[in-house]
């Protein structure tokens, strides 16, 4: 509860930040102003409204038509309004993939076969938002476009890649041993070779007009155009955008709805050869699946027989189609699996004689025998022709062999050879009997395939093979029928198979098996239609084989097809008279029951004419009852009459040619009907047969009816199995689809009495009926819903818009079609998950959507109700004429009623035309949605269990909708005799929605997207069809729709609220439906009205967190919604970009307001304006209404106050990261002056992210370890500190906890409350930080300047801040660094050196610890403990943690796969370069701003210290030459303005600058070196203009030199030696100051520097040599005894040196000496009682300390300009170097020094009073003495005397 109540306490009041950004921006300072503060200072008329509550937003169509358009066509325009053709209704003909489309050849075809005709060819009805893939959703920053964008980059030169060049740099060497011999030859301090070696140096080129006097405004000019050219447009081309699952916008374009295919195997039968060739022989290919027992495809009959064996059958066979020729074919499997064969059955001419008999010769012959067996071959041939020639027409059942499919796949897969060569046979082997392979493969697939089920069986890619087929097996002919044939191939998987016993006929098979092409060419349809792509008809053509999928596909019918597969299976006839033995039974497919009304629709097979009228089984030799194993493929005509039948002839055929007998005698008849009660008759019969044939009209009965008079086999048994197939698209095959498919179309051909099964509905019961069969399709199958998806929903959304009159009422159909429809779907989401997408739309019916509804008659070409048009016959309630035109009709009055009607054009041409221009005009809009004719029918409604106001409303107005119009209805009835009911779909729809109740609203809710988008897609077409899409949007709908509308999204957005504890998932899909129909509605409606709703859905969300202990879930939800409302492509238009922020007062538009509207950003707008503009205030949020609402979810969300929120950061954080990196690469939004009002949008981010800056991710810390020990002097003053061991480890290690201090020079103001701050992860800061960059970037300058003017010093300086972080963020990593990332074990190694080296040596130096003391604000940062860490973000419990994070996060895009190529490493090195170089010139304008805006102010001085901060840091990391050319000219034109910046107020930084510039004129890189030096020379100069000498730079100069030249490991003497000549030729140049010392000073100047210079060369020859360079860096410290700096200097680098290599001890004694020296001249400086002495109080821990004796007050005077300035020169420099002395004895065992040194320490901290310092210490000593007691220590042996070096 305590929770609870404090965040809600939290909620009500402003949020802290604002409240602190008021009083430091607005009042700068006194908090009693806070009572009567407002957000917006001085107007007063607004409430402030907290920022977690959304404002009113502004009424947008009111304000684009009051406030003129104040620019002229342009960029701009854009902005301000949609464009025109912002939505359009397109009619894209449907791909089809036949030459010809499949349509039946009648032309009379009854009303349902005629709407699934139209529902297959229709055109696509798509509405386009032409401009939709520039939304969010499409993002083209995402990693795979990205390098679309990055073409053409610039390649960035950084000093970090350049390796220097091997050969000049051996020369150099040689030449350094040349020069060290001269030095050493000569004493130091001889001048002599030193000038020498300089004389002979080449400067760089020298900077043109450096030393002109030129006014600084010029300077800035011209620094501001070059810096401003060949600029990267878009930052967010160069920045990889987060890494984010499918982003939650993007809502993909549905499939194109198309036929459905399996995956696709290629077979082809290339040569069949028998050991003997005597007959033809003919195959056929078919696909069984054993598990499920069903054939799963149709046959393919192909003949290889040669010319020679054709010629026998001439006489019975019709001149072959050349479709009946193909000889290769494409399977379709949908459910491949290890239960696949591929089935070859073959047959040959019927003879005399049993299949054993036939099938012997094929056995014994072998063909290498054929010369010995030449006469038995010879008599067999003879016997064939024989048998051809007279029983050609029949066949026998002769061998069948199988294939196991998946073997050959498999096997395919895995050798590794082009074609794989498989031969299969059955002879006496081991393995798998019916393939003969490398058997370890077969070992290790079987394995694979025991584990991987059917995931194995891939047929999209596996290598194409050859099979040779070797064996058959000949057929038994008591075992034919399909459960024969899974036995065997059953039995054929078992090792021991019983096929293996049988003698095989032995043959060759060749066929080739591989997966299907793309688009094969010469392809046909199974219903021989030729597939596109067919160059040439007479090419032997590829047959595609019909699928009988193996379960259940759920795909819509999108073709016409309409086959019936006739199985005759088995005859018994057994028990009839008379000699019946060969039988055949004859197949035909008759309309009537004359023999010649037989239809030519029997498919052919191999080799004959395309249609037959007849088909004939196979015989089974002296069988009486023979199993039979056909397939007979019928095309059936498209409409089918009661006289349609199938009839079959059995026939006895006699085999031996006897004298009177005749070759056939039938011996038998039974027919089916087609059509039983209207349904196609289909599935397994057993029929009797009859003995004689059918009587007159036999065709209508069933052959089960006992006909008088016949004779039956058997008595009437059923003796004849048959199984009749139907794959049509036509017949549905499920009765309550049936049923109402048959009554819709009864309605609309007003045919009554109807006939639907055995009932006869009269039309007085047709109502009834007709919502009974609606509520029934839920009893029907899915499988045939689907199918027949388009035309079920099709006629439902018929019913809902026009109510069909039934005997003269009209018929309310509305709320069952809602349901009906309501229920398929929600079947559709449960039953076929794998079809949804991420957003759970089930992708049927989401393309059912897209690209099938329309409203109905609303084609293009009639707009009015048509027969033409979805059943829109006259029988509907639409307007028609009647027949007699009515003697009432007054011309005149229709006339003036249209006068009175500005919609309605003048003079009607026909009284029809009035009609439909009344009915299509808006007077009549209201009485055009009524629900009902009698109020009373509403009543079932009044169930809803709660009903809201608004939905009682709407119950109250669909009773009452009908009284709005009277007149005009009356009239209009006397015109035609009935209402005009035409309902617009979308008002229907919305009404039933709001209305319904109960587990009707509930399925409605599950599947709420799908309603949302029927409703928007007809709206835009009810819009076109009336030609509205243009016309002003408030008056595109009726006022009751919105009420509707708005009904709905308030109980929708309730549900979210009160349920997405319990119905997680579904809530998350209403939620993101939600969003999507609020942005589809942005585009179609009033967007004031649409953002009313969005504050809607915005109030009951915060209403409902005030009551939550963890809002984060609702909070998240809510992001979601916002994301996705935000994503529309005109969302820059919607946030009114160009209005500038007036207050909305009034509600006409005031003059002034009007013109300071145009006048853009004009010098009078009131600073109340630019604060309003930066601000999250009333003003701002309701004038940019979704800008706000994005920017206020941020504030709310990284407040620190924020409880609970934190795990949120990201996801919002990425919201803006979003919509900014798609604003950047906008082509709308390309020209400068238009991204400059974009980014106006986003300014008040900029307030938003100095709030954070405390929780950002601190990348300044990676800048501590460069991977050197001591820093006094390296890189970065800044954030290294001198001491060797912070006091945060020296604690740690005394055990006790220490608060850590804010990064440097964050000058945060401490929260009141103290609270912790939670880090943000390196990714989100980063993200957070390139956001205020682009705003930065573009935002425009004038109004940046303004602003600044108005920040105090403390925010301007919380800004530079925040640019420092930046410019460490985007530093560039180097090339080296991303060849190093591709293995990750570095990156860990890495970090764990990082975190060693930081806690050895800090990263908080004494300076700045005092910097802050004197800033009065140690801001205490700790991290929280566990028990405060936000409850959702366990995860990113302690920075600790949220550092390796960052590791794993920030990385992961190159860690995906470990190694890149070298290519893509130089690419990305290339865009980080490219990013980096960006990143800070902008960081490098926006200094300039501030420095313009001190310039104009006169004031805030003491922000130009940071100002320079950050640009010495900048300077520090790795930088391009372009960026540092510019930052040095920044840097020269600073120290112009501001000379006495530098060398009064901001010592520190002078030093830092000098250290910067010589390590930039060390660089390899020319460009750099010219500007470093012409920086340097300005220096100096500027320096002796302000008091004749340079002192200080000098004295600076030279100990940067120094440090640098100790510690930088990759120093070129070289590169110095050319800049220093540089300067040389400056001074002699430079004509103004020739006639006084300078040139002189200039000259000992860096001849000095050339000396330390030469002394290091010596030192690099050293390098191996530790003593001897250390002896040497002995000999340079001795040699600055009079310059205690820089021997200062030279003790921290030998320090440095000696705890590299774990020498602790000399260490330490180096850093004793140099505490002496500190403490020396700290006691000439200042007189305190409690410091040391000087050196003598550290003679007890060496004696050697004396050296440190300052020298004679003469030589050296401690306040003289330049001397002793570092930063250890005080007390809190002496205590860091003595705490540092003590850590290195300790760690050198030597525990009574370090007793010594804190000796000296302690009185220190007690005049301080630092009693925690003091517990430290004392816990130190006691460790130390402990140690000392524990263990005889070395120290008798290490005499005080001892130290050297």
Known sequence: MAERRAFAQKISRTVAAEVRKQISGQYSGSPQLLKNLNIVGNISHHTTVPLTEAVDPVDLEEYLSTHPLGVDAGPLRDLIEFPPDDIEVVYSPRDCRTLVSAVPEESEMDPHVRDCIRSYTEDWAIVIRKYHKLGTGFNPNTLDKQKERQKGLPKQVFESDEAPDGNSYQDEQDDLKRRSMSIDDTPRGSWACSIFDLKNSLPDALLPNLLDRTPNEEIDRQNDDQRKSNRHKELFALHPSPDEEEPIERLSVPDVPKEHFGQRLLVKCLSLKFEIEIEPIFASLALYDVKEKKKISENFYFDLNSEQMKGLLRPHVPPAAITTLARSAIFSITYPSQDVFLVIKLEKVLQQGDIGECAEPYMIFKEADATKNKEKLEKLKSQADQFCQRLGKYRMPFAWTAIHLMNIVSSAGSLERDSTEVEISTGERKGSWSERRNSSIVGRRSLERTTSGDDACNLTSFRPATLTVTNFFKQEGDRLSDEDLYKFLADMRRPSSVLRRLRPITAQLKIDISPAPENPHYCLTPELLQVKLYPDSRVRPTREILEFPARDVYV?????????????????????????????????????????????????????????????????????????????????????????????????????????????????????????????????????????????????????????????????????NVEVVTVSSIHTQDPYLDKFFALVNALDEHMFPVRIGDMRIMENNLENELKSSISALNSSQLEPVVRFLHLLLDKLILLVVRPPVIA??????????????????????????????????????????????????????????????????????????????????????????????????????????????????????????????????????????????????????????????????????????RLPTKKLFHEELALQWVVCSGSVRESALQQAWFFFELMVKSMVHHLYFNDKLDAPRKSRFPERFMDDIAALVSTIASDIVSRFQKDTEMVERLNTSLAFFLNDLLSVMDRGFVFSLIKTCYKQVSSKLYSLPNPSVLVSLRLDFLRIVCSHEHYVTLNLPCSLLTPPASPSPSVSSATSQSSGFSTNVQDQKIANMFELSVPFRQQHYLAGLVLTELAVIVDPDAEGLFGLHKKVINMVHNLLSSHDSDPRYSDPQTKARVAMLYLPLIGIIMETVPQLYDFTETHNQRGRPICIATDDYESESGSMISQTVAMAIAGTSVPQLTRPGSFLLTSSSGRQHTTFSAESSRSLLICLLWVLKNADETVLQKWFTDLSVLQLNRLLDLLYLCVSCFEYKGKKVFERMNSLTFKKSKDMRAKLEEAILGSIGARQEMVRRSRGQLGMYTIPSPSERSPSGSAFGSQENLRWRKDMTHWRQNTEKLDKSRAEIEHEALIDGNLATEANLIILDTLEIVVQTVSVTESKESILGGVLKVLLHSMACNQSAVYLQHCFATQRALVSKFPELLFEEETEQCADLCLRLLRHCSSSISTIRSHASASLYLLMRQNFEIGNNFARVKMQVTMSLSSLVGTSQNFNEEFLRRSLKTILTYAEEDLELRETTFPDQVQDLVFNLHMILSDTVKMKEHQEDPEMLIDLMYRIAKGYQTSPDLRLTWLQNMAGKHSERSNHAEAAQCLVHSAALVAEYLSMLEDRKYLPVGCVTFQNISSNVLEESAVSDDVVSPDEEGICSGKYFTESGLVGLLEQAAASFSMAGMYEAVNEVYKVLIPIHEANRDAKKLSTIHGKLQEAFSKIVHQSTGWEFLSCEYFSF
């Open 556 to 720: 819509p019918n999108t073709t016409y097809r309409n086959l019936l597969y006739i199985y005759p299976q088995s005859l018994n006839f057994a028990n009839r008279q008379g000699s019946a033995r060969n039988i055949t039974v004859k197949v035909q497919f008759m309309y009537g029951e004359d023999p010649s009304n037989a239809m030519p629709v029997i498919f052919g097979k191999s080799s004959c004419s395309e249609f037959s009228k007849e088909a004939y089984t196979a015989v089974v030799y002296h069988n009486r009852s023979p199993d039979f194993h056909e397939e007979i493929k019928v095309k059936l005509p498209a409409t089918l009459t009661d006289h349609h039948h199938l009839l079959f002839t059995f026939y006895h055929v006699s085999c031996q040619q006897k004298q009177n007998t005749p070759l056939e005698t039938p011996v038998g008849y039974t027919w089916i009907p087609m059509l039983q009660n209207g349904r196609l008759k289909t599935g397994q019969f057993c029929l009797p047969v009859s003995l004689e044939k059918p009587p007159q009209a036999y065709s209508v009965l069933s052959p089960e009816v006992p006909l008088p008079g016949m004779k039956w086999v058997d008595n009437h048994k059923g003796v004849f």
């Open 808 to 977: 003269g009422q009209i018929v309310n159909l509305g709320q069952a079609s809602f349901e009906a429809m309501a229920s398929i779907i929600n079947r559709l989401h449960k039953n076929l998950e794998g079809n949804h997408d991420q957003h759970g739309r089930n992708s049927l019916l989401s393309s059912y959507i897209y690209y099938v509804f329309r409203l109905p008659n609303t084609y293009p070409n009639s707009p009015s109700p048509g027969p033409g048009g979805l059943g829109g016959s006259v029988h509907y309630a639409t307007m028609a004429r009647s027949a007699v035109r009515p003697a009432s009709l007054n011309l005149n009055r229709s006339r003036s009623l249209s006068n009175s009607n500005p919609d309605i054009s003048g003079t009607p041409t026909s009284p029809d035309d009035e009609v439909r221009s009344i009915i299509g005009s808006k007077g009549l809009d209201r009485s055009n949605s009524w629900v009902n004719t009698g109020g009373p029918k509403a009543a079932p409604w009044g169930s809803n269990p709660s009903p809201s106001a608004e939905s009682t409303q709407a119950m109250d107005r669909s009773c009452n909708r009908m009284s709005s119009h009277t007149e005009t209805s009356s009239f209009l009835q006397t015109l035609t005799g």
